[in-house]
């Protein structure tokens, strides 16, 4: 019931009032990129750990955008459309782009990560494998990888 109040609270900001909404989400977008902040610094958790699973399309962006969209910077998301997987999204160009990571069953029992992108696909063993290659090389995405914003 809580969740509903919230909700149509939301709506109702968001239509009626949209620079309320507008500084709401700002403000709670920047609480998230504190929290983030601070997991990133524990280098215990594995990265699927410190992705957060609220950010949608949008917030992504607008987190690019906030950053300044130098090529190269990226938001890595939970993958709506496809539970369990991820988005990275990269700022190319002053452009962001969405290239899913998605993930899937191994072999042996555990998750493998594939980037669905132009060029070679690869399996990587974690997160942070996909990470690092595309840091490396854009290898099929629109630039290498060059710094998480959020």
């Known amino acids: 019931q809580q ?6 609270q939301q709506q109702h900001y968001q239509h009626h009032q ?3 909404y507008a500084a709401q989400h700002s403000q709670y977008l920047q609480q998230q990129q504190q929290q983030f902040q ?3 610094q524990d280098p215990q958790l594995p990265l699927e750990d ?4 609220n950010f949608t399309k949008e917030d992504s962006e607008r987190l690019l955008q906030e950053a300044g969209m130098g090529n190269g910077l990226y938001v890595l998301r939970v993958s709506k459309s496809h539970p369990g997987s ?20 191994g072999a042996d ?3 493998l990560y594939c980037c669905i992108c132009p060029g070679p696909r690869y399996a ?5 494998a996909v990470v690092d290659h595309y840091s490396l090389s854009a290898d099929g995405l629109a630039t290498h990888l060059t710094g998480r914003v959020a």
């Open 3 to 8: 969740q509903q109040q919230q909700h149509f």
């Open 18 to 20: 949209p620079q309320v």
């Open 38 to 40: 601070q997991q990133v």
């Open 50 to 53: 410190t992705v957060n699973p």
């Open 86 to 105: 991820f988005v990275i999204v990269v700022a190319a160009n002053y452009t962001a782009r969405h290239y899913p990571v998605e993930r899937m069953q």
């Open 109 to 111: 029992g555990g998750y």
């Open 124 to 128: 990587f063993p974690t997160l942070q």
